[in-house]
């Protein structure tokens, strides 16, 4: 068994998974990127991926929505293999950078991604209203401030009716407000039946979600709610909490890494032909790992 799943608690059986990782391994030609990962998502839950910038969360992510090369392991999501065109319609992704059209009004953003996954009118205005930008729904989004254009986005991806909804740092550069209401929303769509998958690398987060994997240099450290991590890394402040588990992990005889080897390249899956994911205008989406 990986230190990844040894050191993983409170994992969900897959039965009542959304989406079930076996063994997953990413490499960019000689560097690991992601190292053996083995979790389960609950569906109808807020997960939050938290770990520091570069360790690995927005390639983790490409992997679930089936857009990444992977060297070895298994992604099954929904009941189906990452990728599998079924999903198209079931999984929305929402990049870390707006992924919209910024000479088209929001409304006409939303009508267009909607009618990717055969939505019309009046899912779109649903879309948009969810988001809280009934007001702006007639601007370009151009024009738009930076908090509201990841709202665009996020309308994109709400106007499919995803399953399961894979969020890249959405609240990055929001302001406090904003950044509240966007988790009350989270809520309530996991009280809907969404699932929700949320990375971050602000600690405080944790509190808002019900499950947390916790990421670093591509290893999953553990697999635990907020409380636990509260309660294993010895402090109430989730961020201090954090760095006790990672002092706990480097402790360990190996470091909590694997055996070193010729790194594979990347042969694994690549998803099949399909319409975009509802949040993805262009294959070339800014992203990082």
Known sequence: MSHSATA???????GDAAVVTSGLQVTRG???VLRGLDFSI????ITGLLGPSASGKTTLMRAIVGVQRFSSGTVQVLGLP?????????????TQSPSV??????????RYFGAMHRKGRADAAEAIAAVGLEPQARQKTGDLSGGQLSRVSLACALVAHPKLLVLDEPTVGLDPVLRA????RFRSMAQAG?????SSHVMEEASHCESLLLLREGRLLAQMTPQELSRRGHSTDLEKAFLHIIRDAEATPDGGA???????SDTGPVPESGPPLPGRPTPESTVRS
């Not at 969404?194 to 949320?198: A, D, M, R």
């Open 42 to 45: 609950p569906a109808g839950r």
């Open 181 to 184: 209401d966007l988790w009350d």
């Open 194 to 198: 969404t699932t929700l998958l949320v």
């Open 8 to 14: 993983a608690t409170s994992v969900t059986l897959a």
């Open 82 to 94: 990452a990728g599998h065109p079924a999903l198209r319609h079931r999984v929305g992704y929402v």
């Open 30 to 32: 000689r560097t690991p």
């Open 101 to 110: 059209y910024p000479d088209l009004t929001v409304e006409a953003n939303v």
């Open 258 to 264: 694997e055996s070193s080897g010729t790194a594979p």
